[in-house]
């Protein structure tokens, strides 16, 4: 004697089956996964310098790859404010950076940037302006806690023509989460 089943339940039962296959498909372990994203670090420093009659701030969101305890590296943009009695620059523009922690109090840093100045010259016959590239080579040493660094930098490419800073040190905050 055939029995006949109904086609509705043939249908749930097949439903049923496909998806218990598809969850034993889900539920094996793929192959490892990169540590790629677990190794990135997000954050970046602010910095501010005053002088007699100066200021220069700036602002500068990075990411840094952590290798190991010791050095990390990454790649920021930057932005700056300059305001000099009557001379005002705007400046913007990549950055690279080398950290390394030879103790984890110390981080001592080498940061490359290379910034788009527009400056503006406010003078008794009319206003100059002009626009140019600026490099800076820092090198920095700071204090370090788990996530934030305060320190001072020194700009070795420092021209008191065409540098955006006002002098050749500048004090910074920096901090990775």
């Known amino acids: 004697?055939?029995?006949?089943?109904?086609?509705?339940?043939?249908?749930?039962?097949?439903?049923a089956c496909l998806f218990a296959g598809s969850l034993s498909c889900f539920s094996q372990n793929p192959t490892q996964k990169s540590d790629f994203w677990n190794k990135v670090r997000f954050g970046g420093g602010?910095?501010?310098?005053?002088s007699n009659g100066g200021?220069?701030?700036?602002?500068?969101?990075?990411?840094?790859?952590?290798?190991?305890?010791?050095?990390?590296?990454g790649l920021g943009a930057n932005v700056n404010f300059f305001k000099f009695n009557n001379q005002k620059?705007?400046?913007?523009?990549?950055?690279?950076?080398?950290l390394g922690n030879p103790i984890p109090q110390i981080q001592l840093s080498a940061e490359f940037e290379q910034l788009r100045v527009n400056s503006s010259i406010q003078t008794i016959g009319g206003t100059f302006e002009s626009d140019y590239w600026s490099?800076?080579?820092f090198i920095g040493a700071g204090y370090t806690t788990?996530?934030?660094?305060?320190?001072?930098?020194?700009?070795?490419l420092h021209d008191n023509?065409?540098?955006?800073?006002?002098?050749?040190?500048?004090?910074?905050?920096?901090?990775?989460?």
């Open 55 to 73: 200021f220069n701030g700036s602002i500068a969101p990075s990411a840094i790859y952590q290798f190991n305890d010791y050095v990390a590296a």
């Open 135 to 137: 490099p800076a080579l």
């Open 1 to 15: 004697m055939n029995k006949i089943v109904p086609s509705g339940l043939k249908m749930l039962f097949f439903g």
């Open 89 to 98: 620059f705007w400046a913007y523009g990549p950055s690279a950076i080398v």
């Open 146 to 156: 788990s996530f934030a660094t305060v320190g001072i930098r020194y700009n070795v």
């Open 161 to 177: 023509q065409d540098s955006i800073y006002l002098n050749a040190w500048t004090p910074f905050v920096r901090v990775y989460f």
């Open 46 to 50: 602010i910095g501010f310098n005053f």
